[in-house]
């Protein structure tokens, strides 16, 4: 999931500068809604309900369903774990305590502009998420380690790919609760991050559609800037038309 379905608008100046202080803003509204949301709802995500014994607990009582759950966890770890992270396959049981905190990251891309492959710009969306259970090594953590930009800590990245895998494999085990993150209006969709091996995680997406400007124009902003980086913009006619999901729901069921 990348800049491929991305759409291009043509901006002037005086253009990007109005709209890109709207889509910080309305940035900040969305991030703070997410985080009490996501506050919200950890009751209902605690990984035990899913793993039972397969994680270290004060509670030793088995979940129904468990044996399935661990196998699916260990058959995608293990299918991503050695390359690029240099892991072991096996998982050893039972699992370090996991917090049922959630955490969501703005998912980030890279475009190449130009006929360069070489130096690419990394482009931040304004409202789409990574969403896992809070470890010590976060999506942006995880990467940089993978990119080289920070030293490699295999325990960190194990827990972290854990954290990712465990909320993939509980939204479907329990696919209530991603219907209560729909009816929260967020889209929920399962992607896998070629960047880190096929990574399967979950992407929230806000209901509001966002575009970049052409490469010209964002290869202005970032030499300017001196950072090769540039966020999504808002489409402040697509606030507009944001759905009502509620209300197509009951159409539907009436037409």
Same mark, same amino acid.
């Given at each position: @999931?990348?800049?491929?379905?991305?759409?291009?608008?043509? &901006? %002037?100046?005086?253009?990007?500068?109005?709209?890109?202080?709207?889509?910080? *803003?309305?940035?900040?509204? !969305?991030?703070?809604?997410?985080?009490?949301?996501?506050?919200? !709802?950890?009751?209902?995500?605690?990984?035990?309900?899913?793993?039972?014994?397969?994680? *270290?607990?004060?509670? @030793?009582?088995d979940v129904?369903?468990?044996?399935?759950?661990?196998?699916?966890?260990?058959?995608?770890?293990?299918?991503?774990?050695?390359?690029?992270?240099?892991?072991?396959?096996?998982?050893? =049981?039972?699992?370090?305590?996991?917090?049922?905190?959630?955490?969501?990251?703005?998912?980030?891309?890279?475009?190449? +502009?130009?006929?360069?492959?070489?130096? /690419?710009?990394?482009? =931040?969306?304004?409202?789409?998420?990574?969403?896992?259970?809070?470890?010590?090594?976060?999506?942006?953590?995880?990467?940089?380690?993978?990119?080289? =930009?920070?030293?490699?800590?295999?325990? %960190? @990245?194990?827990?972290?790919?854990?954290?990712?895998? +465990?909320l993939s494999? #509980?939204?479907?085990?329990?696919?209530?609760?991603?219907?209560? &993150?729909? %009816?929260?209006?967020?889209?929920?969709?399962?992607?896998?991050?070629? %960047?880190?091996?096929?990574?399967?995680?979950? +992407? &929230?997406? /806000?209901?509001?559609?966002?575009?970049?400007?052409?490469?010209? #124009?964002?290869?202005?902003?970032?030499? &300017?800037?001196?950072?090769? /980086?540039?966020?999504?913009?808002?489409?402040?006619?697509?606030?507009e038309k @944001?759905?009502?999901?509620?209300?197509?729901?009951?159409?539907?069921?009436?037409?």
């Amino acid at each position: @999931m990348g800049n491929q379905n991305i759409i291009r608008k043509n &901006l %002037d100046n005086q253009q990007f500068m109005q709209l890109r202080k709207n889509t910080e *803003k309305i940035v900040e509204v !969305l991030d703070k809604r997410l985080k009490g949301h996501l506050n919200t !709802l950890k009751p209902l995500f605690v990984p035990r309900k899913l793993l039972g014994t397969y994680i *270290k607990s004060s509670s @030793m009582n088995d979940v129904p369903g468990s044996d399935k759950a661990f196998a699916e966890l260990q058959e995608q770890y293990a299918a991503i774990c050695e390359k690029p992270f240099g892991l072991p396959k096996k998982l050893q =049981t039972p699992l370090p305590t996991i917090s049922n905190q959630l955490d969501a990251v703005p998912f980030k891309y890279s475009i190449y +502009i130009g006929e360069s492959k070489e130096k /690419a710009t990394s482009i =931040t969306a304004a409202t789409r998420w990574i969403l896992s259970y809070q470890s010590e090594c976060p999506y942006n953590r995880l990467k940089a380690m993978v990119m080289g =930009t920070e030293t490699r800590q295999p325990d %960190d @990245m194990k827990q972290s790919l854990i954290s990712c895998l +465990i909320l993939s494999i #509980f939204l479907k085990h329990f696919p209530v609760l991603k219907q209560l &993150l729909q %009816d929260l209006r967020y889209e929920v969709e399962f992607q896998t991050l070629e %960047d880190l091996g096929g990574l399967p995680v979950v +992407i &929230l997406k /806000a209901p509001i559609e966002c575009f970049l400007p052409p490469d010209d #124009f964002i290869l202005q902003i970032t030499q &300017l800037s001196g950072i090769p /980086a540039f966020q999504e913009i808002i489409d402040l006619d697509e606030v507009e038309k @944001m759905p009502d999901t509620l209300k197509e729901t009951l159409q539907h069921a009436i037409s």
